[in-house]
């Protein structure tokens, strides 16, 4: 019997299970159905974009990422080649500087990096190991390099007198190589090695330091940050 307490009062029992527009029924979700699904995005507006996690891409996504990142340095560090080949270029020819042979092993060598640089910067970068040997190959040119602007700054450091000769011109040394008379122009000079000569108060060996030493950090930063992507 009903009370008059209970009268009028309505048991949640007795309430049928509500009912969506979609006709699914509001009814406890079992541990299966409770486990976490990614959302349905059909349903959303297309100004609302749901983000991935990184660790939830594709091999493939992780891969073309890092080509274009790695690529990207690559493509600045072309552009930094180029200009300072220019720039030795332009203090020879037009601001009047001679070269010496140590001069000239330090612009052969940009002129090796930037090389080396584009062919890499066009090749597929989607692989680990292809960006290793990338970064191997660029370096080593750079090395190089830096170690003859290094090895012309402690000359140039020495008492006047006591540095050791640079030896014959390259012009000289080459002059019997296949056409010569085309790329002559690249090693021409005829400087001394023990003589300093300066851009902005700071002698050119150490813009060279700089230079190579930036293309090393470059290309091993961008192989670093990229190292995770198979």
């Keep these: 019997m009903e009370t008059a307490e209970n009268v009028g009062r309505i048991q949640v029992s007795d309430l049928p299970p509500p009912k969506f527009s979609d ?34 891409k594709r091999p493939s996504e992780n891969g073309a990422n ?26 020879q020819y037009v601001l009047g500087l001679d070269p010496c042979v140590l001069c000239i092993l330090q612009r052969v060598s940009v002129l090796a990096v930037g090389l080396v640089v584009l062919l890499t910067a066009f090749s597929r970068q989607t692989s680990k190991a292809v960006r290793t040997l990338s970064a191997l190959l660029i370096s080593v040119p750079a090395v190089y390099g830096a170690g ?16 050791p000769s640079c030896g014959a011109p390259w012009t000289f040394r080459l002059k019997d190589w296949p056409l010569f008379d085309y790329w002559e122009f690249v090693v021409r000079g005829f400087g001394n090695c023990a003589v300093p000569d300066y851009f902005l108060d700071i002698p ?3 813009w060279s330091v700089a230079y190579f030493g930036f293309v090393v950090l470059a290309v091993w930063f961008a192989w670093f940050k990229t190292r995770g992507a198979k």
């Design 204 to 206: 050119l060996p150490v």
């Design 148 to 163: 003859v602007a290094v090895y012309q700054l402690w000359l140039q450091s020495l008492p006047p007198g006591e540095a």
């Design 23 to 56: 006709g699914l029924n509001l009814r406890p979700l079992t541990r299966r159905q409770a486990t976490f699904s990614p959302p349905d995005t059909t349903r959303l507006p297309a100004c609302v974009k749901i983000p991935v996690p990184l660790h939830n």
């Design 66 to 91: 890092a080509m274009n990142c790695f690529r990207k340095t690559l493509l600045g560090l072309i552009v930094l080649s180029v200009l300072t080949a220019c720039g030795s270029f332009f203090s």
